[in-house]
């Protein structure tokens, strides 16, 4: 496969890439800063395989992002990108002014407006990473010490995240209720979003899965481990607590490589 990775430097991005480039599938990083990986050396020994190739731009920049798809097309031998992975995440800072607060505070549902919005084909197949507690249904069922964590800390990126996926929805036909689904807060979405140029028609991508995690750890892939926990994948709520970032960078290459038909127009939640 040839895959586009935005948000690939650090976390779940970065080590599905990993993964995907041990399968020896070609793998294109946008990157705000390229040298995050001069002393990383599996990502070092695949750019001197020609596996691997960094484009330094930010997808907040429309056109880094064209030159991003641009580029990936080109590293493939099929003239295409098989795979994009979405996983760009915000992380809100503090204020006593303003408590927790992401800036801007439509970091991740503006990165795949521009992303989305530059789509060379439909038939890309289209992963995207938010999280657990978007929905009401969610929130009604995650345990009750995390509940403060996810309605005060997480809250602003929630928000946006809900962009994410009202986008994501339009895109893939998927139905939206804004009482379950959520609302869409001012400044995450322009009143006239629908109109952007390149926003692909309602319903006309269909290769595309959400992947909702619990709350990420930077624990060991237990997946990997003999015996070891395993993660659980569903599309009803699962109740649990957490799910580590490598875990989850094992669901998305297990589906990627061999999954696909399985989990594809599906909105899934995964937790240990």
Not at 175 to 192: F, M, S
Not at 250 to 262: I, K, N
Request: net charge neutral; charged share 20%; glycine share 8%.
């Amino acid at each position: 496969m040839n895959i586009l990775i935005i948000g690939g430097s650090r976390n779940i991005g970065y080590y599905s890439a990993i993964r995907f480039l041990d399968a020896e599938h070609t793998v294109t990083f946008l990157l705000r800063k390229a040298s995050v990986f001069d002393r990383d050396d599996q990502i070092q020994t695949a750019l001197n395989s020609g596996k691997a190739q960094l484009v330094q731009g930010d997808a907040l920049v429309k056109e880094d992002v064209q030159r991003a798809w641009t580029s990936a097309i080109a590293h493939g031998k099929s003239g295409s990108v098989d795979l994009l992975l979405f996983t760009v995440g915000g992380e809100p800072s503090f204020s006593l002014t303003k408590g927790f607060a992401l800036s801007p505070p439509n970091l991740v549902t503006q990165c795949l407006l521009n992303t989305i919005t530059t789509l060379p084909d439909l038939q890309t197949r289209i992963i995207v990473i938010t999280s657990v507690g978007l929905t009401r249904s969610s929130r009604a069922e995650l345990p009750v010490p995390l509940k403060p964590l996810y309605a005060w800390v997480l809250h602003p990126a929630h928000r946006d995240k809900i962009g994410v996926e009202r986008l994501i929805a339009h895109c893939a036909g998927w139905e939206w209720n804004d009482n379950e689904d959520g609302k869409i807060h001012p400044g995450i979405l322009a009143d006239d979003w629908k109109d952007t140029p390149g926003l692909p028609s309602p319903g006309s991508v269909q290769e595309v899965m959400v992947i909702r995690p619990g709350l990420l750890t930077d624990g060991d892939c237990l997946a990997d481990t003999p015996g070891g926990k395993k993660y659980r994948v569903s599309e009803d709520e699962l109740g649990g607590w957490t799910v580590s970032r490598r875990d989850v960078a094992h669901f998305v290459v297990d589906v990627a490589m061999g999954r696909w038909s399985e989990f594809y127009k599906r909105r899934v939640n995964i937790m240990y």
